[in-house]
């Protein structure tokens, strides 16, 4: 297990396209997180899963974004109808337990919309 | 919900100097207080945190110091060496066995001068 991975590192899509993320946490965390990071900014929380269970989501997450995590494995981040205020880095971070409280982050997707 | 400041924004010390970087928070039920440092292109990666029941946590040449009344935190770094050069970020959260998301700060870049 090499850490969290988050797939792809990059993507550039066309204002109005869909476009999915994917994060496959270290695999005995139980907790996976998503943040979104724009340029100079500190990681935003967007949501969050305890096993496959979606608990919080963040009033950043608009109804254009939905995540899963079906399996409490790998989650996805999808966006629909892209705008260029989405253009940021998606960071994903896995955590184990409420005895754990140090996250580890993935390396990120950089997401560019034209 | 929680607001975490942070100050400075930038911040250029002497190789061999201490650094200093405080955060206020606002939310009094916060109990946890992680520093991750991010290098550029990386990921965030945790480097020390501090919960509400110590006052001051050492790691080498790292300190966190903890002042619940005045509600800010505040990240120390002796003897200074170029690899400290980063944008150091400091987040809280109210750690309670449930909701583990970190609300971080805007983030301090700190360059070391050789």
């Not at chain 2, 955060?23 to 991750?36: G, I, L, Q």
């Not at chain 2, 509600?71 to 690899?83: A, D, G, R, V, Y």
Request: hydrophobic share 30%.
């Amino acid at each position: 297990d090499t850490g969290v991975s988050q797939n792809p590192r990059h993507k550039i899509t066309k204002r109005g396209q869909n476009v999915t993320f994917r994060c496959d946490p270290i695999s005995e965390h139980n907790r996976l997180y998503w943040y979104r990071q724009t340029l100079g900014q500190g990681p935003e929380f967007l949501t969050y899963f305890q096993n496959e269970a979606q608990l919080e989501k963040s009033r950043l997450l608009s109804d254009r974004f939905s995540a899963e995590r079906p399996k409490g494995s790998f989650s996805t981040l999808e966006i629909q109808r892209t705008e260029q205020g989405d253009s940021a880095m998606y960071l994903c971070a896995s955590s184990f337990d409420a005895n754990n409280y140090g996250y580890t982050f993935g390396s990120g997707t950089r997401l560019t919309v034209v | 919900g929680e607001n975490v400041e942070q100050h400075p924004s930038t911040l250029s010390v002497q190789e061999g100097d201490s650094a200093v970087i405080k955060c206020t928070y606002s939310d009094s039920a916060s109990n946890y207080f992680p520093w991750y440092k991010q290098e550029l292109g990386k990921r965030p990666q945790l480097i020390i945190d501090i919960r509400s029941n110590v006052g001051e946590k050492k790691d080498q040449r790292i300190a966190v110091t903890l002042n619940k009344t005045a509600k800010h935190f505040s990240l120390h770094i002796t003897e200074t060496q170029p690899e400290d050069s980063a944008v150091y970020f400091c987040a809280g959260t109210i750690s309670n066995f449930g909701n583990e998301k970190l609300t971080f700060g805007t983030g301090t870049r700190l360059t070391i001068i050789p």
